[in-house]
Nanobody
Framework: QVQLVESGGGLVQAGGSLRLSCSAS????????MAWFRQAPGNEREFVAA????????WYADAVKGRFTISRDNAKNTVYLQMSSLKPENTAVYYC???????????????????WGQGTQVTVSS
C-alpha cells in the first residue's frame, strides 16, 4: 500500500524557483529517510537531496547546495524540495524516494531505496 506521489513540477525560466511536494501513504513516512532524485533524458538517475526521519539532518548533492532545500512535515506525510536559482541543466524528471530502514549514508545509491514516486517534470528555459 505504500505510495509516493510527486507534484509541483512545471516550466520555469532560468533563475526562477519551484517547490516540489511528495505525499506518502502506507504508514512508512515517519520512519523513513526521504530523498529526491532527478533524471534528465538519456542520463542516469542522480541524487539531489535527502532528509532523515526526524528532520534533524539533511544531505545535498554538491551541484545543488545553496540553491535547493529539502524539508519534511511528518504530520502531513509530505516531503518538499524548494528549488531556487534554477538552471537549464536542472531540467529533469524529479522523483521522490523512501528508504524504509530509516538509515542513510553518504553516497547511498538509488538502488537502496525501497519506494519511488512516478516523477514530476521540471523544465527550465534559458
Amino acid at each position: 500500500q505504500v505510495q509516493l506521489v510527486e507534484s509541483g513540477g512545471g516550466l520555469v525560466q532560468a533563475g526562477g524557483s519551484l517547490r516540489l511536494s511528495c505525499s506518502a501513504s502506507g504508514g512508512i513516512f515517519t520512519s523513513a529517510v526521504m530523498a529526491w532524485f532527478r533524471q534528465a533524458p538519456g542520463n542516469e538517475r542522480e541524487f539531489v537531496a535527502a532528509i532523515n526521519r526526524s528532520a534533524g539532518r539533511t544531505w545535498y548533492a554538491d551541484a545543488v547546495k545553496g540553491r535547493f532545500t529539502i524539508s519534511r512535515d511528518n504530520a502531513k506525510n509530505t516531503v518538499y524540495l524548494q528549488m531556487s536559482s534554477l538552471k537549464p541543466e536542472n531540467t529533469a524528471v524529479y522523483y521522490c524516494a523512501a528508504d524504509k530502514s530509516g538509515f542513510w549514508y553518504t553516497g547511498q545509491p538509488a538502488s537502496k531505496y525501497d519506494y519511488w514516486g512516478q516523477g514530476t517534470q521540471v523544465t527550465v528555459s534559458s
